[in-house]
């Protein structure tokens, strides 16, 4: 069974708010003594001017203007920092969980986003998405700016604050609109950005064979493709930020005026003195205070529409394992009216299949018959749609993580090899085997002879150790071999071995090896050397035997080819 391991955006992004909840109340606890801070210097500075224009003594209070500026560039410096650190952890927590469920999810994340797509939500849009805590501790702030000017206003006068709220509604509607659009032009923005990164990637990796095709430039084209479309993407986001930042602009001098105009009326009848109508006109100033709301509101649309790619991700379900562990036992493998579709195509349609332990299957049919996905069905690299797959008597989703990567190797056609140096890719697995067994395993591999030949050995870097296909394979055959598991799956590990080199190892896995094998075929001598084989076509298991015996079908010869291969 499978799991979603997801939240929807905003709980997505609320939990990245928690995870550095004391830095955000920290900032925002900052943001909002500066915000008081600045509230409190309009006020200060018309006190100084009304003294000084009285003649009166007004050190002490150009002495507190000052110090307000003072501690507003001490607390700006603050926010800064503070808020650098908080970007930073949040950017961090997200890509390591992130990273976490795609490698829990597996090939199923890849096949779904693209490797583009993912390194693009990774990377891009972890770290749009990171700024959304900051930013939600410096909203507060920023609205605390406006409603402390409305409230200063009316201290001043009634009237003052009157004039200004008969235009607050507009503002409010404006900035409703923006967050609206926003969201929306992001997320096509962010999309159209995950295709392109998604053709860079196939294009990366595909690099010798469009250099040996000299097709650059026509690749190119295709990877750049969407580039007019994101260019529209982009000109909608800024236009909606641009219109609705303009439309505010408009208001707010009106406003302005308009509070500015009552102060004067109030002035020349004597109810305020010239410095309150110099604070009135900074308090007017920060109760229109839309260019910090319009970017703070933008930050937020351009957060949640990143979290909302991840979330994607994050909602691809995990696979769950279960409580029970193997039995003693050979390692019989026993697939039981197995299904395994992808897409709307039925792969393996009801397939019965018995692997006595302690024997070599070996599993042939033609190119697209289904046997890596029955390979990869074998060890619960994937689920089947319906059927059961048993080890040893035990349903597979039954057993314990431990005891199922433990008791399940595999060896592929790319291995990966993951580690600082050739001996730590060799160990990599939940229990590291011994540098006896490494060297055993690597000799039965055939590998261990170009192993020794490299600079450090088996020390050597792996980025520092130029090998080929079939050595790379190799290197993968014994890191499955070195882990002694009690079933050992070869999704095409043999194909880029030369033939000698093929039949040795393959002479070695069906007489010296322990536990069950199951391997993929191309050519006859090694199938001829599996105790049995498995005839896949058309999704469903044709015949099993030995290959003697299903050498006398035509059928069965015409997989192989006239050169002995399939």
Known sequence: MTRADAAPPAALLNSATRHSGARCVALCLMSTASTGAGLLLPAALGRTLDLLLAHSPATRWVLYCAGIVLLLALLDAGETVLGGTVDARTTAWLRRRLTGH????GPRAAARFGPGDLVARLVGNAAQAGTAPAARAALLAALAGPVGGVVALGLIDPWLAAVFLAGGPLLALLLRVLSRDT???VADYQQVQGRIAGALAEAVAGHRTIEAAGTADKETARILRPLPELSRAGHRMWRVQGRAAAQASAVAP???LGVLAVAGLLL???RLSVGEVLAASRYAVLATGVGVLVGQ??????ARAAAGRLDEVLSEPTMTYGHRQLPPGPGRLELRGVTARRGDRTVLDGVDLVVPGGTTLALVGRSGTGKSLLAALAGRLAEPDAGGILLDGVPLRELTHKDLRGSVGYAFERPALLGTTIEDALTLGLRPPSPARIREATRLAHADDFVRRLPKGYATACADAPRSGGESQRLGLARAFAHDGRLLILDDALSSL?????????????R???GTRLLIAHRAATAARADAVAWLDGGRVRAVGTHAELWRLAGYRAVFGDGGRA
């Open 254 to 256: 009106l406003l302005q």
């Open 498 to 510: 030369d033939t000698v080199t093929e039949a040795q190892i393959a002479e070695s896995l069906t």
């Open 297 to 302: 509101f933008a930050s937020l649309a351009r």
């Open 268 to 270: 020349t009848r004597h």
């Open 183 to 185: 969201t929306r032009c």
């Open 512 to 514: 010296g090896a322990a």
């Open 102 to 105: 795609v490698l829990a999810v």
